[in-house]
């Protein structure tokens, strides 16, 4: 087991499951509505259905809950209302039309902060789910401020349990490894993130023309290029690199991120 697997949440003080339970019954018809033209368009909930569903779960905490008060007003921030439905979502005593609501609800919260890394590991006719959406998550280690990206199962907690990882694996020290980390589609919450980035490093480069020249083999293909017209009885007088054209087709299968003042490059 990863030590960022979710887990079943401990007891929140208050919690309902009846009040939520009898909430569904009265807008299940209204929620299904929406989630099935969300479905049938390939796209989020919208507003409305959002709203309603935090209205429903906000029902398991009360009118005080982030969850309610977004339901009232849309108003509420994104870590306050997560750590809220993430502590349902994750108990032992959700069942498995709750969960779905909230991976509907959870996404469309996702999208509404534009939070997501832009990949998401899904296939788009079925049910969003909330573990196969990495959302961008700023954390502070030592004096960098980096941002990660994390499964939007995560809750607060299990990100600053995240953040004490980093400090331990000196990320702060380390720009290769902030670089990795800063990828869209690199999981901090892996379980192993520096077997991850060992697995995934190439090297550093001094600027894009350098690595590219190597990624790209230039130096082989401009042999290949002298030894072909060599053959030929033909002159080449220079031989000039489109470093852009090349780093496209390099760009198939590496990642190449300029930080820092330097170029690290990954397998993609």
């Given amino acids: 087991m990863s030590e960022f697997e979710p887990r079943p949440a401990a007891e929140p003080e208050g919690i309902d499951w009846r009040r939520l339970e009898v909430a569904l019954g009265r807008f299940n018809d209204f929620i299904a509505s929406g989630i099935a033209q969300a479905r049938s368009e390939h796209r989020e909930i919208d507003s409305q259905t959002a709203r309603c569903i935090a209205h429903v779960l906000g029902r398991a905490y009360g009118r005080d809950s982030a969850l309610a008060t977004f339901g009232r007003t849309e108003e509420g921030g994104y870590p306050e209302l997560r750590d809220e439905y993430l502590d349902l979502y994750n108990h032992a005593n959700v ?112 600027d894009i023309e350098d690595a590219v020249t190597v990624m790209a083999e230039v130096d082989e293909i401009e042999r290949d290029i002298r030894d072909y017209a060599e053959q030929r009885h033909l002159f080449i007088d220079g031989i000039m690199p489109d470093y852009e054209a090349l780093r496209e087709v390099a760009e198939n299968g590496y990642e190449f991120v300029e930080s820092e003042g330097r170029v690290y490059v990954f397998y993609k």
Avoid: C
């Fill in 95 to 206: 069942d498995l039309v709750t969960k779905e609501l909230i991976d509907w609800l959870g996404t469309h919260f996702v999208e509404r902060e534009n939070a997501g890394s832009g990949r998401r590991f899904m296939n788009e006719h079925l049910p969003p789910k909330l573990e196969r959406i990495l959302v961008r998550t700023g954390v502070d280690v030592g004096d960098w401020h980096l941002t990660v990206h994390v499964p939007a199962i995560y809750n607060q907690a299990a990100i600053d349990e995240l953040t004490q990882t980093l400090a331990e694996l000196q990320v702060d020290q380390d720009p290769a490894l902030r670089a990795f980390l800063g990828l869209p589609d690199v999981n901090a919450m892996s379980g192993d993130i520096m077997q991850d980035f060992h697995d995934n490093y190439i090297g550093t480069f001094s």
